[in-house]
């Protein structure tokens, strides 16, 4: 059974920097055309697609907020690193971590729980 | 970046009726080599993560009901349901995979009539 869990602070002050971790089980992401995702939802907003890392590590980022983001790996812990620098209060949202399939162009097939984030100071 | 343009935002069909939602593409995500569109449709219930419905735009992922339906090619695509049920009634997204960043539409609110 594939699972994902999503963790982190759920508030976080203006300039700070966010890192949420996700761990997940029933897969292995050295497994060729798996990958994993971030994607986020401000309260009561669409979805907004973050960033990705794969099984080869190529990384990939929204251009909006590549400035802003780093994605890593630890495939012995069967966890992904997402940190997000100089947060701001738009960035309050619900952030979910989904495990991708493809090669290069993923679909998320199994999304966590989520977490929800807020940016207030 | 591509858009993903989702009609209507928020529909109200009847208990056994048909639902359609639509998702345009400001470019084609047809891959000719493949002959693949990369489009996917996910439910997102109430107070719940997404769900993966539909995947190459009219793939049904497994342990979906086939009252749900994907069809389209290039940059036009449809979700179907063919006979609505309580339990559809969520939020419908599409999203394309085709280039990064792999967007999502805006959203299409689904209710009971």
């Known amino acids: 059974q594939v699972t994902l869990r999503e963790s982190g602070p759920a508030l976080v002050r203006p300039t700070q920097t966010l890192t949420l971790t996700c761990s997940f089980s029933?897969?292995?992401?050295?497994?060729?055309?798996?990958?994993i995702g971030w994607i986020r939802q401000p309260p009561g907003k669409a979805l907004e697609w973050l960033a990705v890392?794969?099984?080869?590590?190529?990384?990939y980022f929204t251009p909006s907020l590549k400035s802003r983001l780093t994605i890593s790996k630890d495939t012995s812990k069967n966890q992904v690193l997402l940190t997000m620098a100089n947060m701001d209060p738009v960035d309050t949202a619900t952030y979910y971590c989904?495990?991708?399939?493809?090669?290069?162009?993923?679909?998320?097939?199994?999304w966590g729980r989520g977490i929800l984030v807020t940016v207030s100071s | 970046d591509i858009v993903l343009t989702q009609s209507p935002d928020s529909l109200a069909v009847s208990l056994g009726e048909r639902a359609t939602i639509n998702c345009k593409s400001s470019?084609?995500?047809?891959?000719?080599?493949?002959?693949?569109?990369?489009l996917a449709w996910y439910q997102q219930r109430p107070g719940q993560p997404p769900k993966l419905l539909i995947y190459?735009?009219?793939t049904r992922e497994s342990g979906v009901p086939d009252r749900f339906s994907g069809s389209g090619s290039g940059t036009d695509f449809t979700l179907t349901i063919s006979s609505l049920q309580p339990e559809d009634v969520a939020s419908y997204y599409c999203?394309?995979?085709?280039?990064?960043?792999?967007?999502f539409g805006q959203g299409t609110r689904l209710e009971i009539k």
């Open positions: 029933g897969f292995s992401l050295t497994t060729s055309e798996m990958s």
């Open positions: 890392i794969d099984w080869e590590n190529y990384d």
């Open positions: 190459w735009a009219s």
């Open positions: 999203q394309q995979y085709y280039n990064t960043p792999h967007t």
């Open positions: 470019q084609s995500i047809l891959y000719n080599p493949k002959n693949k569109n990369y």
């Open positions: 989904a495990r991708g399939r493809g090669s290069g162009s993923y679909y998320f097939d199994t």
